[in-house]
C-alpha cells in the first residue's frame, strides 16, 4: 500500500463546476497536509496546507481534511481552463520532509 | 522576491559520468530539500538540510550520491558514476521552517 494514494484521472469537469480531488493517506500519525499543483514540464507550486480536521478556505479553493478516515480533498469552485494541471497531494509526518502522491490530472473543459 | 533557482535546467550526461546539480534557495530560508521526479510519478525524498548539516539524508538511493551546502545556503547534489536509472528531474524546494515548501524549476537530467 502506498503511503499517499491518489487517482491518477484524468479527472474532466466542465468550465465553472466544481472539481474534487481526492487523496488518501495511510500512516495515521501524519500531521500536515498539503496540496501543490504541477503544469506540465514546470515544478510543483504550493497551493494550500492544512493541518487540523474541518475546512480551509482560500479563494476558489477548499481543503478538506478528515483525520478519522484518513483522507483530505480540494475542492475547486468556478472551475477555469487555466486550473488544467496534475494536482499533487502531501504528507509530512512532523519530520519535514514531504511524501507525495502520484497526482490527479485535471482537465477542464470550455 | 526571488524563487527557488537550479542550475543547470538541463543536463545531459554519459553513463558512468559525474554530476553537479545547484540550488540557490530562497533568501532567508534556512531549510533546503532535494527531491526527484520521475514521469508520472510524485517527488520522492532524497535529503533535507536544516542550516549546514543534513538533518535527513534516508531518501538517497546508495552511495553514489552526496549533497552539500557548506554555507547554509546554496547547495550541490553530486551524482557519481551515473546511471541511466538516474535520469529524472531533480527538484529542490526551500522553507522559512514552517512545512512549507517551494519549489525551484528543476534540473531535468538525462543520462544516456
Known amino acids: 500500500q502506498k503511503e499517499v494514494e491518489q487517482n491518477s484521472g484524468p479527472l474532466s469537469v466542465p468550465e465553472g463546476a466544481i472539481a474534487s480531488l481526492n487523496c488518501t493517506y495511510s500512516d495515521r500519525g501524519s500531521q500536515s497536509f498539503f496540496w501543490y499543483r504541477q503544469y506540465s514540464g514546470k515544478s510543483p507550486e504550493l497551493i494550500m496546507f492544512?493541518?487540523?480536521?474541518g475546512d480551509k478556505e482560500d479563494g476558489r479553493f477548499t481543503a478538506q481534511l478528515n483525520k478519522a478516515s484518513q483522507y483530505v480533498s480540494l475542492l475547486i469552485r468556478d472551475s477555469q481552463p487555466s486550473d488544467s494541471a496534475t494536482y499533487l497531494c502531501?504528507?509530512?509526518?512532523?519530520?519535514?520532509?514531504?511524501?507525495f502522491g502520484t497526482g490527479t490530472r485535471l482537465q477542464v473543459f470550455p | 522576491g526571488a524563487g527557488v533557482s537550479q542550475t543547470p535546467s538541463n543536463k545531459v550526461t554519459e553513463k558512468g559520468k559525474y554530476v553537479e546539480l545547484r540550488c540557490d534557495p530562497i533568501s532567508g530560508h534556512t531549510a533546503l530539500y532535494w527531491y526527484r521526479q520521475s514521469l508520472g510519478q510524485g517527488p520522492e525524498f532524497l535529503i533535507y538540510f536544516q542550516g549546514t548539516g543534513a538533518a535527513d539524508d534516508s531518501g538517497l538511493p546508495n552511495d553514489r550520491f552526496f549533497a552539500v551546502r557548506p554555507e547554509g545556503s546554496v547547495s550541490t547534489l553530486k551524482i557519481q558514476r551515473t546511471e541511466r536509472g538516474d535520469s529524472a528531474v531533480y527538484l529542490c524546494a526551500s522553507s522559512p521552517g514552517n512545512n512549507e515548501q517551494f519549489f525551484g524549476p528543476g534540473t531535468r537530467l538525462t543520462v544516456l
Open positions: 492544512i493541518y487540523s480536521n
Open positions: 502531501a504528507v509530512n509526518k512532523n519530520t519535514d520532509k514531504l511524501i
